[in-house]
């Protein structure tokens, strides 16, 4: 995976000690696998549908920049897996083959980093009956606040809008580090706020880069404080190349705990780990 950093991330002022979630380090390997077992479990091109009644989709492989640490890191940057009119059709028609999916969550590559497709993608979605809930997950807010005055981004938030008026939308960013929550990004999750669809934030704890209590509890004050409930805080998934991010687990515990201790119970995401064996995201502590 190439490096790849949005000129805005590399402006801030902080980017020195989040911004090392972005850069390649000279020992990473070229390849990297699947440690989730994603692959074996993608049904038609696009679509992933590993637990009963929630499907994730991929939108594409793109996104504004790449983070190193990414699970997904083996596909982020290749084209090819832009997803295409037909597969748009074929993921429709799986879901309308399997109504026990009633919750669809938009991951890839970032869904906001094509917004066209992914407009035409949740068209499409939105008329099959059996879909109850939509998940968009994203880090643009956090990589190109900018962008979200862009033309199609815009028709892209106005249709959530929409969308939500009718069904439960749920927009989940994924945020690291207090320093990612500059006034750019505050200013755009105060905007989000008055939409209809809710505010969730997942973190993935980074060795050495937020694997301490005094950056994760200000980070889930704060996203709590803008209306952004904090939904999950992952141990980093380890994938074979990228070691050097997978904190120690017994370390880990004791801030998730003092951070249980600390924060209103609705700042207070659950620690989890992704189980490859079929559980999913389960308790830690
Ligand atoms: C994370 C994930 C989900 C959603 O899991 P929740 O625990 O419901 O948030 C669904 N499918 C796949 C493949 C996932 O990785
Ligand atoms: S934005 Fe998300 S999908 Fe893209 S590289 Fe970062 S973690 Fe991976």
Redesign the pocket.
């Given at each position: 995976m190439k490096e790849k950093i949005t000129p805005y991330l590399r402006g801030l002022l902080h980017f020195e000690s989040m911004g090392r979630q972005y850069l390649k380090d000279k020992n990473e390997g070229e390849h990297f696998d699947d440690p989730?077992m994603?692959e074996a479990h993608e049904r038609v091109r696009g679509l992933?549908h590993?637990?009963p009644n929630?499907?994730?989709i991929k939108v594409s492989y793109l996104c504004a920049a790449h983070c190193r640490f990414c699970t997904r890191i083996r596909q982020i940057g290749n084209k090819e897996g832009t997803l295409s009119d037909d597969d748009i059709e074929n993921i429709a028609l799986y879901l309308q083959l399997h109504p026990e999916i009633d919750d669809v969550?938009l991951s890839g590559g970032d869904p906001f980093y094509t917004p066209r497709i992914t407009q035409k993608l949740l068209n499409r979605l939105a008329q099959i009956e059996s879909i109850k809930v939509f998940r968009i997950g994203t880090r643009m807010p956090l990589q190109s606040p900018d962008s979200f005055q862009t033309k199609p981004l815009q028709a892209l938030i106005q249709y959530l809008v929409t969308l939500a008026d009718r069904l439960p939308v749920y927009v989940l960013i994924h945020v690291e580090h207090p320093d990612e929550l500059t006034d750019a990004v505050v200013d755009l999750l105060r905007k989000w706020r008055k939409h209809p669809f809710t505010l969730l934030s997942q973190t993935v704890f980074l060795k050495g880069i937020n694997d301490e209590f005094d950056i994760l509890y200000p980070l889930f004050k704060q996203l709590y404080h803008l209306g952004v409930t904090p939904y999950y805080l992952y141990h980093c998934d380890k994938v074979a190349g990228l070691e050097r991010f997978v904190g120690d687990m017994e370390k880990e515990k004791k801030i998730a705990l003092q951070l249980r201790e600390s924060l209103s119970g609705i700042a207070c995401p659950l620690f989890v780990e992704d189980i490859a064996n079929g559980y999913?995201?389960w308790p830690v502590v």
């Open positions: 989730l994603e992933v590993k637990y929630r499907a994730l969550i999913g995201k």
